[in-house]
């Protein structure tokens, strides 16, 4: 055989063998990938059911700590244990019943996980649903948030858009007018923005507001000083910081105990509009896992002290602490 179709052969073997090489690399690249991507997912999921389970429990903690405290007594003020926050807490060593259990992790792929919360009386702010009773805006809760807006120097303007369009939302989404849905009734207080009130207002006033599903009083015995102030005519905001620093001395048992404790307070107080109990409660609890940080926020009715309800429930996942703080330190 002549010597250039032997070399031409070889060329051709060495040719289809390269290719061979590159089709059975492309494919092992390809299963490989579908494999890590499979681990991934199953890992993704695991940390998801973990973290759902373990922010159920928080919830269910906190009914019961407010379950023990509604039959101890009736007055609710900032010195009980619902008040305590719980401050980051490992909790890796804890998800398994024994401790050398690692879930079939390597000691590479173990990561900590980290369990903080708090429980706030969603009665210490305004209500905003306080604002429409029987399909008419409520003067005194009205005179409530002027007072507030007049605080933060904002346009009372835009609060008497927002509070027209909270009563024509009302009545849309009322039995009295079933077929009016134009307008869809706020359920956060983030969502206020839909009837008219500006970001930049709803920033400054969102401390000292909230949405409830029933008309509520406001408890004097945990709201700040700001709220107080803005629900009592005629008083000061000094007045009201004054009943704040009296109550840290010694909580108020009922209305006429603070109206005795705080001379300001004297023929202001209406059990219709404050009082020293809470029936509802907002709960947050947070699980950190490395870089990511899984938040939940609830809404808990303890009109029954027996079985302390969850109104509603919103999860979502944020920024570590640690990520934040780069954030904002770059900012500034």
Not at 109 to 138: M, P, R, T, W, Y
Request: glycine share 4%.
């Amino acid at each position: 055989m002549p010597k250039p179709q032997i070399k031409k052969q070889c060329g051709a073997a060495l040719l289809s063998a390269m290719l061979t090489v590159t089709l059975v690399a492309t494919f092992a690249a390809a299963a490989l990938w579908q494999q890590w991507r499979s681990v991934e997912v199953e890992i993704a999921e695991r940390a998801r059911v973990q973290v759902a389970w373990l922010l159920v429990g928080a919830l269910d903690w906190s009914r019961l700590i407010l379950r023990i405290d509604g039959r101890a007594g009736t007055t609710d003020h900032l010195a009980e244990p619902w008040a305590v926050a719980l401050q980051e807490s490992r909790l890796s060593t804890f998800l398994a019943a024994d401790k050398n259990n690692t879930g079939g992790l390597t000691a590479e792929e173990q990561v900590d996980a980290f369990l903080s919360g708090s429980i706030e009386d969603a009665q210490s702010k305004l209500n905003v649903f306080n604002l429409i009773e029987s399909g008419q805006v409520s003067m005194t809760d009205l005179a409530a948030f002027k007072k507030l807006f007049t605080h933060f120097n904002l346009p009372e303007s835009e609060l008497e858009v927002f509070v027209s369009y909270l009563k024509a939302a009302s009545a849309a989404n009322s039995d009295l007018n079933p077929a009016a849905t134009t307008l869809l009734m706020p359920q956060r207080v983030r969502q206020l923005t839909w009837l008219g009130l500006k970001p930049q207002t709803l920033a400054k006033i969102s401390p000292y507001i909230t949405i409830l599903p029933v008309k509520t009083t406001i408890n004097i015995n945990t709201a700040p000083a700001e709220v107080i102030y803005a629900s009592l005519p005629g008083l000061e905001l000094a007045d009201a910081k004054l009943a704040v620093a009296a109550r840290e001395k010694a909580f108020f048992p009922s209305l006429n105990e603070a109206a005795s404790t705080v001379p300001a307070l004297k023929d202001k107080l209406k059990d219709t509009q404050h009082g020293v109990s809470t029936k509802f409660f907002e709960v947050t609890g947070r699980i950190r896992l490395e870089q990511t940080v899984v938040e939940e926020q609830s809404l808990v009715d303890r009109s029954d002290i027996n079985q302390v309800k969850t109104v509603w429930r919103e999860r979502s996942v944020v920024a570590s602490p640690e990520i934040l703080t780069n954030i904002t330190s770059s900012k500034l």
